[in-house]
């Protein structure tokens, strides 16, 4: 590893513009570490490693537990972790960042992409994601047999895939049916995620109707080289319908042969990874950081029965 400067420094210090080219020019790039992305789902509230002239970077969401500090993940925020242009680069800064995220919280819980340093703290997680470099037509013959009859199924049910601009009906809905209660916690930057997207002509918001009731609705933000699937929802009725199906098929559709990659943003959970595995999604593995429990141990056990 070349002997680097790095450096802590709070979002107010960081050089914005050189921040952001670093993450474009990454040749692990993700959206959600873009400034703009970082500032709304943490309220401006992160801070970064930065190795060198902004060589290599690492993002950091801090909170306090009992005025304890820990590293946390950003809601809607799936891949993090260390974005610069050399793998090798970054798998030895990665050594530097776990000494420091263990000498500076109590714990982190990150979720980060899957060039880092080898540790036993790394737990694997699956994410899928379909490449849209072939037309329409061949990606469709990829779809297994269930994937089929659930878009046939949507077809005699009349849904209708609508393109909409309303953010707060559409988070709306999504709070309506969401049983885990987490859009309600966060409604007020998703709909501002939502908002920026719009404006910047990035994100699209596809409800799939059946007359004048919806019965699903998703969002997605497009960059240079993903289609990011980052919400989606549906009542009862288009739960019994299948129509995420015709959803998702609708982006296939529009993105054929664009190169771009459909990231589905998930998922570990079986009945998810069925759909998306049945429109040809294929897995990509990133990590589940954790350095909770062996640091709580070697602090105190009774430190770790308080939280």
Known sequence: MPNIKVVLLQRNEIDIERWDECIKNAFNQRIYAYSWYLDIMTKKSWSALIFGSYEAVFPIFSKKLLLIP???????CQQLGVFGMNDQDIKDFGKTILKFLNSKFIKADLLINQH????????????????????????????????????KKSLEYAIEIKESKDIKGFVDFLELFDKTKVIKSIKGQIETLIKYALDKNVGKILTADHNIEKFAACFYIESSDRIYFLLCGSSTKGIEQKTMY????????????????????????????RRNEGFGAVTETYFHLKTFWRKLHRISPN???SI
Not at 123 to 129: G, L, R
Not at 246 to 273: C, Q, R, V, W
């Open 70 to 76: 820990y590293v946390t993940q950003p809601y809607l």
């Open 116 to 151: 880092f340093v080898q540790s036993s703290d790394l737990v694997p997680k699956v994410n899928h994601i379909l490449h849209l470099n072939k037309p329409y037509k061949e990606l469709n013959n990829q779809y297994n047999r269930n994937t089929k009859r659930n878009l």
């Open 246 to 273: 015709p959803l998702i098929d609708y982006i296939i559709n529009k993105y054929a042969e664009s190169g771009k990659i459909l990231d589905f943003t998930g998922s570990n959970m079986e009945n998810i990874a």
């Open 303 to 305: 430190l770790l029965k």
